[in-house]
């Protein structure tokens, strides 16, 4: 089985916590503070990797995380920075949010790279509170939490030639004529049930890549049999060869009926380069429809081509036709991932919630508060305090009606108001 889907979900690290330490030396009766910061977590990187061409490896593993910075120590010294999750996937991989299915990532160079999510900031620690009228400050910052999130691969076929067609069009064994790719053949419909890359080379200096995909069927543009899932893979391609079946009473329908499909999901993709091949030369009834498929394909503005792949008739000349075209085409630019804009606005810094047991301060100021103070030393709460009555969570808990008494949860702290 092709796998060219996979979820998983990456956590970053979390950042160590500063540390709160003084100077204890011989002749040094009152050192100062001495604790260092906490390092920084690890991030979740998404590396691509040439040798690799399918999602299989996310079968046997969906988990994955970033190692936690190290805590400060005396001495000043800063914790080691947590080590960074290197995910390996194959060239042509879309990296989505699972949860909006916003692109997070294109992957598509080898050693790209990508940081899907950054570890947590390491916590400051007491050091970095002296002042004039703060000496020793028993003062020190937590790190925060690392982040987690459920990612979405998709992979698309990194391919300069596409070929669709109907099934049993001779995709396959086309493909395995000009190159050495063994495709699965048969005579029957629905024959090839996933993408086959070949390596085609035409000369000692020309060469490029070939994607036989699997055919479509009416309905594929909402989904409907592998319809996704191959149309998926055609978008990365610089030209399609739109293989006709030449013993069908009607290749022109088919035509149509295909380039309608590609039109449905993708306006596009029925807008790239295509040249129109007719195969199975080798058999009369292909070859009594071979002058009406090239007069309407070539008053339509296609270039044609008629071939047979089982007795190789002309696939010589199609392919020196497919180097020509190639190289007068453009290389494939990705698209870029759109950046949200952020404007500001009159919300709130924080919410207040009453709840039967208490009152809740929620909000992305107010939980950085609650995650960064070590609640365990006085100094740090006086901090933490004064931080919450600068942005106004004191006079809006009032506000609401705290009596003293109550309890405040803030984060994972639970405080009482004796205001």
Partial sequence: MFFDEAKIHVQSGDGGDGAVTFRREKYVP??????????????????????????VHFQGQVHFRAAKGVNGKSKDQTGARGEDVVIPVPPGTIVR???????????????????VLAGGSGGRGNARFTSSTRQAPRIAER??????????LELRLLADVGLVGMPNAGKSTFLSVISAARPKIADYPFTTLQPNLGVVSVDPRTSFVVADLPGLIEGAHGGAGLGHQFLRHVQRTRLLVHLLDGSTDDPLAHFQQ?????????????ARPQIVV??????????????EVKSQMESEGYPTAAISAVTQQDVKDLLFQISHMLNTLPEPQ?????????????TPQFTIEHLPKGWRISGPQVDEIADRTMWQYHDAIERAQRQLETIGVFDALRAAGVQAGDTVFLGEAELEWIW
Avoid: C
């Avoid at 390092?39 to 399918?54: E, H, I, K, R, W």
């Avoid at 295909?258 to 029925?270: G, K, Q």
């Fill in 30 to 55: 009152r050192g100062g503070p001495s604790g260092g910061d906490g390092g920084d977590g690890g991030d979740v990187v998404l590396a691509v990797d040439p040798q690799l061409n399918t999602l």
């Fill in 97 to 115: 949010d699972a949860e909006t299915g916003s692109v997070l990532a294109d992957l598509t160079s080898p050693e790209q790279t990508a940081i």
């Fill in 143 to 152: 790190g925060l939490k690392g982040k987690g999130l459920w990612l979405k």
């Fill in 258 to 270: 295909i380039n309608e499909e590609l039109r449905l999901f993708d306006p596009e993709l029925a």
């Fill in 278 to 291: 007719l195969n199975k030369m080798d058999l009369p009834q292909a070859q009594q429809a071979w002058p």
């Fill in 334 to 346: 990705a698209k870029e991932a759109e950046i949200p804009t952020f404007t500001l606005d009159d």
